[in-house]
């Protein structure tokens, strides 16, 4: 059974920095991976899409990388606004079982300060 | 302009009711989910459809129902037989069934509760 780990679950940063967050597979054969953003109270923005014949995605100042080998996953967020504060998913859609399933991690809760 | 659309946003159900969670999208999509959301875990798939008049059981589906007789919408039943239904539900849709992340759109979710 697939199981996906955000670290850390928590993060408080101040506006300006620099930050990385991270996501890992216990199976490793993923071959689509995206990052979500949500609000409190709200639905899921998709930020960043990673497809199978794809190792890395950039939107302006998010960075997403995805190594196969490890089934680890990062997020790198640059130059922190307090507007990025949300919670940051990632889901990997993988074979199980002989079916496509996806399978979403826990989160990671951000909160950048002025 | 496009999206998908639950209500309501706030939902309380009482003791052995069934309740109804709309979810409607004008995208176009052939591929619509419905997602639990508890705290400190993931979002766990209940059902999912990927064309009209068919629909599938995900990881969660006991306690609860769905129906697609029309595209655009994909409503949620909780059963009185779900015992623990209080939580965050998302709705989802995508434009191409079988590749659930590609393209996926979410609503805004209906936060039901037991009273």
């Known amino acids: 059974k697939q199981e996906v780990t955000q670290i850390p679950a928590a993060l408080s940063v101040p506006e300006g920095e620099n930050l990385v967050l991270n996501c890992s597979f216990t199976d490793s054969a993923i071959y689509n991976l995206q990052w979500f953003r949500q609000d409190p109270g709200k639905g899921l923005t998709s930020l960043l899409l990673?497809?199978?014949?794809?190792r890395e995605q950039t939107s302006g100042r998010l960075n997403a990388s995805l190594d196969k080998s490890s089934g680890r996953s990062t997020l790198y967020i640059a130059a922190s606004q307090p507007g990025d504060s949300a919670t940051y998913l990632c889901a990997g859609e993988g074979n199980s079982g002989g079916y496509q399933k996806v399978t979403f991690g826990t989160g990671t809760k951000l909160q950048v300060i002025p | 302009d496009g999206g998908i659309t639950q209500s309501p946003k706030y939902l309380f159900r009482k003791e052995g009711q069934n309740v109804t969670l709309s979810c409607e999208q004008n995208l176009n999509h052939d591929a619509m989910y419905w997602y639990r959301q508890d705290p400190g875990q993931g979002l766990r798939l209940i059902y999912y459809?990927?064309?009209?008049?068919?629909?599938q059981k995900g990881d969660i589906a006991e306690g609860y129902s769905v129906s697609r007789e029309k595209k655009e919408s994909f409503p949620l039943t909780v059963t009185s037989a779900q015992k623990n239904p209080t939580a965050f539900y998302l709705c989802?849709?995508?434009?191409?069934?079988?590749?659930?992340?590609?393209?996926?759109?979410f609503g805004q979710g209906t936060r039901l509760t037991v009273v």
């Open positions: 459809s990927q064309i009209v008049n068919d629909f």
């Open positions: 989802a849709s995508s434009i191409t069934p079988g590749t659930q992340l590609t393209e996926a759109f």
């Open positions: 990673i497809q199978s014949s794809q």
